[in-house]
């Protein structure tokens, strides 16, 4: 009885959010070598296209490189985000952004997205972008809103997702052997490719379900972080309590001082003085009125959870705070890797295809569960023909 109770509540949830299920993960699919492709596929904005550039060339005051970048937008879009690479051969990209949270739909609720991408050295813009509309872009509004809106479509994912953990763990269940001998140990968790196609659909969905399951559950869990920032938080709270404190607070260097006045230069080179090898440096415009400039310094390729965080006071030019993730109790050390694990960028190339195989699974498994309910409907029964 329970079991049957299982099958129903597996096979409608199934076919509920099957269809968001499938578009989510083969979008999360195509995201995952998005840094790694971008370089190959737009090498004409993110590569330098000036063959020679001399060792000891300095780039140019960043204030300067953000009045560049704000000549080449219309008169009331404005830079807010600057994404930095100390790499010699890396163009800059200096991003401008509105959203309107009134609207619903992504065409309408972001207002505009354009980036540009220019060479630091000379201050000779490569490529204006509207990202607003860029293929990596649109792949990542549908994967994280269906382009429905962070209230609507958000909301859609985000409850989908909770779903598809239920599902995750019901399959587990429906896949559980009754005995575990060594032949039916084989057929739960190898795929017979030389059954009749009905059997392999149901194969396919079973055990390449049971093979995913805990990598798409980690991916599924990620994901709910970013959607819910009170899971997040709960998740923070939670892990911290088995972590001891101790000595990992971050320590704040009194003893740098930067000119008030020029702030934002200043503490780029600061950054690019302590961090020359660093993999990318971003700095979020703020207004004067606010306390602080932050500058977020990623050193590993790729990998977001491996930071330093400097904050300089805007008045004062003092560094007040600095955050590095070798200091981090481990509930915010596992939030910091959280989009390298959703990701799949936490060990480099092997988790990130270990990503993409999961990813493509998990998109597989509502096409070949939709199959095997298919296959399996009632059929109608044919009326006697009466002949006379």
Same mark, same amino acid.
């Given at each position: ?220 869990? &990620? +994901?709910? =972080?970013?959607? #819910? /920032? ?5 998740? %923070?709270?939670? $892990?911290?309590?088995?972590?001891? !404190? ?96 959703? &990701? +799949?960028? =936490?060990?480099? #190339? /092997? ?5 993409? %195989?999961?990813? $493509?699974?998990?998109?597989?498994? !509502? ?22």
């Amino acid at each position: 009885m329970i079991k049957k109770s299982i099958i129903w509540l597996h096979k409608w949830l199934g076919l509920t959010v099957g269809l968001i299920i499938f578009i989510v993960s083969i979008t999360g699919c195509i995201y995952v070598f998005y840094d790694d492709l971008k370089a190959t596929i737009y090498s004409e904005r993110y590569i330098i296209q000036d063959k020679l550039i001399p060792a000891n060339m300095q780039v140019l005051p960043l204030s300067q490189l953000i009045e560049i970048a704000n000549k080449n937008l219309p008169e009331k879009q404005k830079i807010s985000r600057v994404d930095l690479y100390p790499a010699k051969d890396r163009t800059w990209i200096f991003r401008a952004t509105k959203t309107d949270k009134n609207k619903m739909f992504y065409h309408e609720n972001m207002v505009y997205y354009k980036r540009v991408f220019i060479n630091p050295y000379n201050g000779k813009v490569q490529y204006v972008e509207n990202t607003k509309y860029e293929f990596f872009q649109v792949v990542l509004q549908l994967h994280q809103t269906l382009l429905m809106g962070k209230t609507v479509g958000k909301t859609i994912v985000s409850v989908s997702t909770i779903i598809f953990i239920l599902l995750t763990i019901s399959g587990l269940v429906l896949w559980w052997p009754k005995k575990f001998k060594k032949k039916i140990i084989k057929k739960s968790v190898w795929i017979d490719y030389s059954v009749k196609w009905k059997r392999l659909v149901y194969d396919l969905h079973n055990v390449l379900g049971f093979q995913t399951f805990l990598f798409a559950l980690i991916i599924a869990y &990620t +994901g709910l =972080i970013f959607a #819910y /920032p009170s899971f997040k938080d709960f998740s %923070i709270n939670l $892990f911290n309590l088995v972590d001891n !404190p101790t000595n990992r607070e971050d320590k704040k260097e009194n003893t740098i001082k930067l000119n008030p006045q020029n702030i934002l230069n200043e503490s780029l080179v600061f950054s690019l003085k302590k961090h020359p090898n660093a993999d990318m440096i971003s700095i979020r415009l703020r207004d004067k009125d606010e306390d602080e400039q932050d500058v977020q310094v990623r050193l590993s390729k790729g990998k977001t959870s491996n930071f330093e965080w400097y904050y300089f006071n805007q008045s004062s030019g003092e560094l007040t705070n600095t955050k590095s993730s070798k200091n981090l109790q481990l509930g915010n050390k596992i939030a910091g890797m959280n989009y390298d694990l959703h &990701t +799949g960028g =936490i060990l480099g #190339y /092997p988790t990130k295809i270990l990503a993409f %195989i999961v990813s $493509f699974v998990c998109a597989s498994l !509502p096409v070949t569960g939709a199959i095997f309910w298919w296959n399996r409907r009632p059929k109608k029964k044919k009326k006697a023909v009466i002949r006379k």
